[in-house]
């Protein structure tokens, strides 16, 4: 609640959206009997009771801006083609959006790479996690040589992150580093030390389609909300959605 309005209406947009796509059939991992999750892998949710603990004296004026953003942007979804689209968003890019076929299996022509310099020097975008030797052989499956060197980077994304690491002969996505170790991005340094391996990351997320903080960097340089979701979901197009969601709606 403490970006700026269009940014704030920009994440109104892609949360109905995502939420229409998946009403639309395409059910990714929600549970049978269920529409979506309230966790990080769909949508999270707090209720008004959680909202009221974590915001205490700010409750108030932090709904009041999230209804307006809510509001502002009501019955609009992100379209491509007539249809939903599938609206990821995540927190902080490494300077540039990641292709959605380098993190995920399919691509998809709204999800394409594009450059978002307004996240460099966020709070977010830097990060490190040390890791042990042990800990780092046993997790990923692999076994390191005696050398300084951890791995070499033999492939890179669109996007700038890690495509590709050969590690001692044995080849691991970005993808698969970030998630199995738990890192905040797949655009990673390290270092050994000693028993124990430093990684530097920048940025926070998937970094498939909107960035939470570029959209924010946008607003502060004057872009409204369609400015934004038009950089960030390329083709898309903004829809009264009153039609198709009362479509999507009788079907369920």
């Given at each position: 609640a ?6 704030l209406?920009?994440?109104a947009?892609?949360a109905r ?10 059910k ?5 009997g ?7 892998k769909?949508q999270v949710y707090k209720?008004d009771?959680?909202l ?5 004296s700010d409750?108030?004026?932090?709904m ?8 502002a942007?009501?019955g609009?979804?992100l ?5 939903p689209?599938?609206a990821a968003?995540?927190s902080?890019s490494?300077g540039?959006?990641?292709n ?7 691509p998809?022509?709204?999800l ?15 990060g490190?996690?040390i890791v ?5 052989e046993?997790i990923?499956g692999?076994?390191l040589?005696?050398?300084?060197q951890?791995g070499?980077?033999i492939e890179k ?10 590690i ?5 996505t970005g993808?698969?580093i ?7 991005s ?8 000693g ?8 940025g926070?997320?998937?970094g498939v389609g909107?960035?939470?903080y570029g959209a ?7 872009k409204?909300?369609?400015d934004?979701?038009?950089h960030?979901y ?5 829809e ?8 999507i709606?009788a079907?369920?």
């Amino acid at each position: 609640a403490d970006f700026e309005l269009e940014a704030l209406k920009a994440q109104a947009l892609t949360a109905r959206t995502y939420f229409a796509y998946l009403m639309s059939g395409e059910k990714m991992g929600v549970p049978e009997g269920a529409d979506v999750t309230d966790t990080r892998k769909h949508q999270v949710y707090k209720n008004d009771k959680e909202l009221r603990d974590l915001w205490k004296s700010d409750y108030q004026w932090k709904m009041n801006k999230i209804k307006e953003a809510v509001a502002a942007t009501s019955g609009q979804i992100l379209t491509y083609e007539g249809a939903p689209i599938y609206a990821a968003f995540f927190s902080t890019s490494n300077g540039y959006t990641e292709n959605s076929e380098d993190y995920w299996s399919s691509p998809r022509p709204y999800l394409k790479s594009v450059e978002s310099p307004w996240d460099v020097n966020t709070e977010k975008f830097n990060g490190q996690k040390i890791v042990s030797v042990a800990d780092f052989e046993k997790i990923l499956g692999v076994k390191l040589s005696e050398s300084k060197q951890v791995g070499k980077i033999i492939e890179k994304t669109k996007g700038n992150r890690v495509g590709k690491v050969d590690i001692n002969g044995k080849v691991l996505t970005g993808k698969e580093i970030r998630e199995k170790l738990e890192l905040k991005s797949s655009d990673f340094t390290w270092e050994r030390k000693g028993n124990n391996i430093v990684i530097n990351t920048k940025g926070y997320g998937h970094g498939v389609g909107m960035s939470q903080y570029g959209a924010n960097g946008m607003a502060q340089a004057g872009k409204t909300y369609e400015d934004i979701v038009r950089h960030y979901y390329n083709g898309a197009e903004i829809e009264n959605s009153t039609n198709l969601l009362t479509k999507i709606t009788a079907k369920k």
